[in-house]
């Protein structure tokens, strides 16, 4: 019998998550470039990100987030910034790099004119020096900001053209160059849910267990649930359950390394069943425990089930 005590695993451990190995990461750059994007990538590794935090109040932040309570932070800086020039930018990370080492890493983020003309016209932004400084005109909006910037490239750690790049590409490189782990699989939502309920929100991958015999309708199944034992035999008598997760887990093990290849932050899997608390329940644990055993992160829960 296919029960979640007989699978077969490939490690009992979870391997643990790796921290990156800078503390604090501060991305400058021109407004376009993908200051946000970067950040958002850092953030899903593990990083707590701070967007445009004025400069004067970067030494508190550090003092107290980084220094004393040992957060990772990664912080964007770019044309908004109150009190932002290159001089004082370089003056502030040449005092932190004093207090920390080789553990806070500078990127620069550059983009071609063209391509910056392209993204605030796709996206029908206005460039922030049109409000910060009154230029009306892109280009010439582009060409300050440039100038904004200059010198700050030659003093990074590491600067990063995104002209034509690959998000999913973008997000290796980053990770890469601040020492996380690429190959830490990603986190794995899986919950079980009653389609008299309908489907939950934000799911990826739904499956219907409703195809299974029902152990609802055996009276002394009906007030247990699919974590029991007696329940998960039940199910693994019907031919149709160990043919389904077989084809399955085949399934998973072709897209879920594809998912996070394309840089995907998470993968939420939904199983359905009438009434939620047998064959979706069961159905969620077995493939939660098999997903484990290939050292998934996963996070499992059950929309009908209390405990």
């Known amino acids: 019998m296919a029960s979640i005590q007989n699978i ?3 490690t009992d451990a979870k391997l643990a998550a790796k921290p990156p190995s800078k503390k604090l990461v501060v991305i400058c750059g021109l407004s376009g470039s993908g200051l946000s994007t970067a950040s958002h990538f850092l953030e899903d590794a593990g990083y707590t990100a701070v967007d445009n935090l004025p400069l004067f109040l970067f030494d508190q932040l550090i003092s107290r987030e980084v220094e004393a309570n040992g957060r990772h932070l990664v912080v964007s800086i770019d044309a908004r910034t109150s009190g932002f020039t290159a001089d004082s930018l370089l003056a ?3 005092d932190i790099r004093r207090r920390l080492g080789d553990q806070v890493m500078l990127i620069f983020l550059t983009t071609s004119e063209a391509e910056l003309i392209r993204r605030f016209n796709a996206a029908r932004r206005h460039h922030p020096l049109t409000r910060i400084e009154g230029i009306a ?8 900001d440039s100038e904004r910037m200059k010198s700050i490239d030659a ?8 002209t034509g790049s690959v998000p999913a590409d973008f997000r290796r490189r980053l990770l890469q160059e601040i ?3 690429i190959h830490e699989l990603m986190p794995i939502e899986i919950k079980s849910f009653s389609y008299r309920d309908g489907l939950p929100d934000e799911v990826d991958l739904v499956f219907d267990m409703r195809f299974l015999v029902n152990p609802h309708w055996s ?20 031919p149709a359950f160990d043919a389904f997760m077989e084809h399955l887990k085949k399934q998973l093990d072709v897209i879920l390394p594809l998912y996070q290849k394309d840089g995907r932050p998470q993968c939420r899997i939904g199983f359905g069943c009438t009434g939620g608390r047998h064959r979706s329940v069961f159905a969620a644990e077995y493939v939660a425990e098999y997903l484990r ?7 499992l829960s059950h929309q009908k089930l209390t405990n």
């Open 293 to 299: 055993g290939k050292s998934y992160d996963i996070r």
């Open 155 to 162: 003093k990074a750690d590491l600067v990063i053209d995104t």
């Open 8 to 10: 077969k695993h490939q």
């Open 219 to 238: 009276a002394h199944l009906a007030e247990a649930t699919g974590r029991d034992q007696e329940v998960q035999d039940f199910i693994c008598l019907d």
């Open 92 to 94: 502030l990370m040449s």
């Open 179 to 181: 020492g996380a782990d």
């Open 137 to 144: 005109d892109l280009a010439s909006a582009i060409s300050r």
